[in-house]
Structures are given as structure tokens and as C-alpha cells.
């Protein structure tokens, strides 16, 4: 079982400071929504973003969908030996089922994740696909009790991905953590939780690309290809 996390996720609602400012309000007007409701992106809330801490690393909710629509298609979720977790730069952590479908619309997969900030699991009943609750990176991992972490970042050791991933795959537990931002290094405190920070290519990697990759060359490793 290989356990992905995608960490500092670029996932949030609009922060209150920004909620009156006008390319926000005009936006969430035309889409008739409370301005505090709507998932905070880049390309419809640019200038409003410019004050925010971190600014560079927020509202492209586009990254993380495009890396687990990679990530739920592969044979390697479909075996059931894959486990997904969510993590935001907001310490918020998205549990996600194997067995979600996620629309691969942009548009619905921004109303499905505005649902379930507003209530916490979808579908709201029955059986949930993805559920929604605040905890720390440490305690996540905690719950995991990997038998080694590994951070991929373009700041790590350099290593072959074929490689590595034999490496976990001879693991019992193997967690690999993935920034699922568009740009800078993964935080101090994010990095303070995998054994080692390694680097697959001398530049850096769109996320879903490393995703894919990643996925590709573990299956491999444990004859799943």
C-alpha cells in the first residue's frame, strides 16, 4: 500500500480579509454564492490575492484536482493499494475514498469542494467519498504509522524515480509527500516529517506530472504495470 498525501495544497475558501474586494464579490455574485463560500482561485480572484501571506502558494484548486483525477484512474487504485489523503496550507485534511469519481469539470469540482467546506463529507449522506476535518500534518502521519517517509520536492537529494521506488516498494508502509502548490519549497515544518527530501528531475515538475510518475513506477516496483 502505498500512502500519497499531497501536503500545502493549494485548497481554500475565500479568507474573510478578501471577502468584500470587488473582483471576489462580483465574482460570487454572478455565481449567486455568499463571497466566504466560494473556493479561492487565481485566475478569478488575482488581485484580490496580492495581500495575502504565502500569496504565491494559494487559490489553484486546479492542482489538486488534476492530481487525483491522475491519481483515482490508476491501476494502482484500482487494485486498492493506493490511499490519498489531502492536506491544505490551512492544516484542513481531506480524507478521500478509493472509490470516489471526481467530475472532471473544473466548474463542478469547484461546487463539490465548496460542499464539503460547507458540510464536512460528500455526498451529505450515506456513505462518504471525501470527508472534511482540521488536524496537523504530524497527526496525520501519526494515524499512517508509516515505515518510512519520503518528500518530493525539486530542493531534495537527487535520486532516479525507479530507484526510489523500488526503495518503497520493499517498504510495509511507505509514505510520499507531494506539494500540491504552484510554486516555492515545501514549508520547514512540512519537511520536518519525512525521513528524507529527495529531488526526481533538475527541475521542477508540475505536480500532477510527479503524480503520475510517481504511480507509474511504484506499479512497476511491485509488478502492477
Not at 482540521?134 to 517517509?149: F, I, Q
Amino acid at each position: 500500500m502505498l500512502n500519497l498525501f499531497f501536503v500545502e495544497s493549494s485548497l481554500e475558501l475565500v479568507p474573510r480579509k478578501i471577502a468584500r474586494h470587488p473582483s471576489v464579490t462580483r465574482n460570487a455574485q454572478r455565481e449567486g454564492k455568499n463571497p466566504e463560500g466560494v473556493l479561492l482561485d487565481r485566475s478569478l480572484h488575482h488581485h484580490a490575492m496580492l495581500s495575502l501571506p504565502e500569496a504565491e502558494k494559494r487559490g489553484r484548486p486546479d492542482i489538486i484536482h488534476f492530481c487525483l483525477l491522475e491519481a483515482l484512474g490508476s491501476p494502482l487504485n484500482k487494485a486498492g493499494k493506493l490511499k490519498l489523503l489531502v492536506h491544505t496550507l490551512n492544516s484542513d485534511l481531506l480524507d478521500v475514498s478509493p472509490e470516489l469519481r471526481l467530475p472532471r469539470d473544473c466548474y463542478r469540482f469547484r461546487s463539490l469542494i465548496e460542499q464539503l467546506f460547507a458540510v464536512k463529507r460528500v455526498p451529505p449522506e450515506g456513505d462518504p467519498l471525501i470527508t472534511f476535518s482540521r488536524k496537523s500534518l504530524g497527526d496525520v502521519k501519526m494515524g499512517v504509522h508509516p515505515s518510512r517517509t519520503v518528500a518530493l520536492t525539486s530542493h531534495g537529494r537527487a535520486r532516479k524515480l525507479s530507484d526510489l521506488c523500488m526503495d518503497l516498494a520493499a517498504e510495509t508502509s511507505p509514505l510520499v509527500l507531494l506539494g500540491a502548490y504552484p510554486n516555492g519549497p515545501m514549508r520547514e515544518e512540512t519537511l520536518k516529517e519525512a525521513d528524507e527530501a529527495v529531488s526526481i528531475y533538475p527541475e521542477a515538475l508540475e505536480a500532477w506530472v510527479v503524480t503520475s510518475r510517481l504511480i507509474y513506477e511504484y506499479e512497476k516496483a511491485t509488478g502492477l504495470e
